[in-house]
């Protein structure tokens, strides 16, 4: 699947930077190959998934030795830890990356690799209630997508690809590491995703969720350095028509979107050199089909679809993974979509108020909501996302609690499940509105201020 490290491309003395670490392809598949002799055997392996070399030697590493890799987000706190090692049974790895086995060994290939249609990956996604699940997804799925993407980006091995996205999630792992080593594109990895490190990196091809998009428009002199580079592609959640203006009149590009899930990867998305308009996301991928299931008379409704680059389901929840798909066999995303007369389609928001997308992060109010309540002080808690200009939507908990401050609770999410999942604004109420049944009315709390 990983083409470059067949030595297709040759090999480049630059083939990957990773927060400021530059590598060949060789001594990524010397390193690789370290790793899949240390996992070989194992159910699956786990990694806490740093922008590195390391991760990135970890996942190539996994599909040589035919092993599914668990990437652990960095900044999860250990009851997330706890529950991602403990549901997919991944043992706890780490990498040298001056450890090299068969180091300039090109003339054999990247290795045996996995059957194809073998778990290769388990990236762990919030639904809206519980803590988060597995995706299982193949080695055959995640090439499928990447060979659509190849062709509606015309991605090639002379592009250098730029992003800065988190390594745990398919959007900074499978497109933006597999895909580089599938094309053969030189791979900068900024570490983090800043205006001036996407700047700086002078790449050809970018990868950004709107929050970084929206930054980097907000700093006109680094969005004039992109004015060179061939394709800005946005996707995780919706790119605010007034980003894509802004980015096209500073960089004199129009940004792709394209529209995915940790379930189906990239299903849907705007092509290089076609026509972009702002607030749509494309068309769907060789492959892919897609319809809305819309109550008569509306036309919009719920996005569904079916596809090779669909998951194989959520790890030991054969229950929630039936649930995920239609009678007849279609995934049903969750999202509310329309499709133009010409077969563009746009995403008009969540069936389910309960799942939020804050800064390109899907996190579930459930999660939060239970975290909250673990909290000595915390009565009552209900999360939502209420909009933002900066991350789309920012997590807001109301509670009902005493002698505790709001910044205590923040910390407390932050520590137990992640960093990123924190809520920006802590609420105190003196009730949580509920219906005669006892739920939550948490329409109630949309209203900022
Ligand atoms: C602040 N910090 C704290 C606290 N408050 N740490 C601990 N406790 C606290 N209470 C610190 C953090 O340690 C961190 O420090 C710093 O604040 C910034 O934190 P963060 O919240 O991460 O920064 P941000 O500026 O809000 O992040 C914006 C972002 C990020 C960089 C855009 O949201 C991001 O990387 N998003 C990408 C998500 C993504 O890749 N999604 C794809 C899903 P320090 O900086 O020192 O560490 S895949 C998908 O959606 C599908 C398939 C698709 O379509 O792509
Ligand atoms: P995740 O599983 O973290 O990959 O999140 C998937 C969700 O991200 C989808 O169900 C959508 O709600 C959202 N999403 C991804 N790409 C887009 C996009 N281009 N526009 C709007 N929403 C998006």
Request: hydrophobic residues 45%.
């Amino acid at each position: 699947m990983l083409t470059a490290l067949t030595g297709a491309y040759g090999d480049r003395p630059d083939a990957l930077t990773v927060a400021g670490r530059t590598t060949s392809y060789e001594a990524l598949l010397g390193a690789a190959r370290a790793v899949a002799a240390d996992v070989a055997g194992a159910p699956a392996f786990a990694v806490t998934a740093t922008a590195s070399l390391e991760t990135i030697a970890a996942a190539v590493g996994g599909l040589l030795a035919g092993v599914p890799f668990v990437p652990l987000p960095p900044d999860a706190g250990p009851a997330e830890r706890e529950h991602i090692l403990r549901d997919s049974g991944a043992v706890l790895t780490e990498v040298d990356f001056a450890r090299r086995a068969d180091a300039g060994a090109f003339a054999t290939g990247p290795g045996p690799g996995p059957a194809s249609s073998d778990p290769a990956l388990i990236l762990y996604t919030s639904g809206t209630t519980g803590p988060p699940k597995g995706v299982v997804l193949t080695a055959d799925a995640v090439a499928a997508d990447l060979d659509a993407l190849v062709g509606a980006w015309q991605w090639n091995a002379e592009d250098t690809l730029v992003h800065g996205l988190p390594l745990f999630h398919v959007h900074g792992l499978v497109l933006g590491v597999f895909g580089a080593l599938r094309t053969g594109s030189r791979l900068v990895h900024t570490g983090r995703p800043t205006p001036e490190a996407y700047a700086a990196a002078g790449g050809s091809l970018y990868f950004g969720v709107p929050t970084v998009w929206s930054r980097i428009a907000g700093s006109p002199q680094a969005a004039a350095a992109l004015s060179g580079a061939r394709l800005l592609v946005s996707g995780s959640a919706a790119l605010p028509a007034p980003v894509f203006r802004d980015l096209e009149r500073l960089t004199g590009l129009r940004p792709v979107e394209r529209y995915g899930m940790t379930e189906t990867l990239i299903t849907v998305s705007g092509r290089a050199g076609g026509e972009v308009r702002p607030g749509t996301v494309g068309t769907p991928l060789p492959g892919i089909r897609t319809r809305i299931a819309a109550e008569p008379g509306a036309d919009i409704g719920e996005l569904q679809l079916t596809g090779p680059t669909l998951f194989s389901g959520y790890l030991g929840r054969p229950e929630a993974t039936a649930a995920a798909f239609t009678e007849d066999g279609w995934f049903r995303t969750g999202d509310i979509a329309g499709v133009d007369e010409d077969g563009v389609h746009r995403i008009v928001g969540r069936a389910s108020i309960d799942m939020i997308k804050s800064g390109g992060y899907r996190i579930g109010a459930g999660e939060i909501e239970n975290a909250l309540l673990d909290h000595p002080r915390v009565a009552e808690a209900a999360v939502v996302g209420l909009p933002d200009p900066d991350l789309g939507q920012r997590i807001v908990a109301f509670v009902v609690a005493e002698g505790v401050t709001g910044p205590e609770l923040t910390d407390f999410v932050a520590a137990h499940l992640s960093v990123h999942k924190r809520p920006r604004e802590v609420r105190f109420v003196a009730a949580i509105p509920r219906n005669a049944m006892g739920k939550p009315q948490k329409k109630l709390l949309l209203t900022d201020g």
